[in-house]
């Protein structure tokens, strides 16, 4: 069992984990990555790049913030690990379920004492993008966000438990089933609003 001044750390670095995720939250808000590249007018929104963000920016941003307090409740050395299918193995039958050989790429080592510069470092960067003097470029600025996107992402998702990722998965799911076939009824029903809207 820990002592207590594991149990204080353990807290005060989930605290520190969920005031970073809230600020990441509001300040990678809104993440429009497929949009960046296929509009350029910042006015028009096209159907199937505003659908495409409206799945992936939510996920991508809320499933950060989120991930910020597993990253917070690592006590050990943690191997990052990046899992790619591999099409071209042949499926396995285990304990009754179809399994496909993957293979995992190591990347790198997360060792629990990164933690707290780890955070100042992205609440720094997080704020001067956000809330400071607009001195980077909006490329510079978008590839930032991006890319701690993808290491928390990276992280969070090695850090969390088994049994919750099955959980997000199954919220993923359910999300995107509901948000495209919402999506449809608005094609069918709507009119066409909201076609043109500005993006921020």
Known sequence: MADPAQRSNLLL???????????????????????????????????????????????????????????????????????VPNPGAEVRIRNGQAQMPQNEIIIGLWLPNYFWPGMALEAALLWALRYGPKVVGVWMERTSIAGLIFGVWVIGWNAMPWYRKEQAWALIKDYVIRLIFMEMVDAAFGGGRNRRRRRM
């Open 13 to 83: 670095r989930r605290v520190a984990a969920v005031a970073v995720g809230i600020l990441f939250y509001s300040a990678a808000s809104p993440f429009t990555p497929v949009s960046w590249f296929s509009q350029a007018d910042f006015v028009t929104y096209l159907d199937g790049p505003r659908l495409v963000d409206r799945v992936l920016s939510p996920v991508l941003v809320m499933g950060a913030a989120i991930l910020h307090w597993y990253i917070a409740s690592v006590a050990a050395p943690l191997p990052l690990t990046i899992t």
